[in-house]
């Protein structure tokens, strides 16, 4: 089992960047994928990026080359780094740990991108 916790999200104006933390409550080496979803209002849940024990990263097509996924082992933590923010890029950011075979998430953390 893992507890998640996200922080970060906030309103940013378009083209600004942000940095979403998602603190979790075991090391991350004994995590199989540490990754992030979103969210955005009558959408479905969509992949943003996701990490492997490994380092293999997997980004949604609509973030790559715009954000990018890391981890601070020391600390358990992850982070996605998210620059040249569009309007469409409001959405409420789930962080999500697989354990094989189960899935976990986080409470959320709201990005709004607005003028």
């Known amino acids: 089992q893992v507890q998640l916790v996200e922080s970060g999200g906030g309103l940013v104006q378009p083209g600004g960047s942000l940095r979403l933390s998602c603190a979790a409550s075991r090391s991350l080496f004994s995590i199989d994928v540490v990754g992030w979803y979103r969210q955005a209002p009558g959408k479905q849940r969509e992949l943003v990026a996701t990490i492997a024990t490994g380092g293999s990263t997997n980004y949604g097509d609509s973030v790559k080359g715009r954000f990018t996924i890391s981890r601070e082992f020391t600390k358990n933590i992850v982070y996605l780094q998210m620059n040249s923010l569009k309007f469409e890029d409001t959405a409420v950011y789930y962080c999500?740990?697989?354990?094989?075979?189960?899935?976990?998430w986080g409470q959320g953390t709201q990005v709004t991108v607005s003028s």
């Open positions: 999500n740990a697989v354990i094989v075979p189960k899935t976990y």
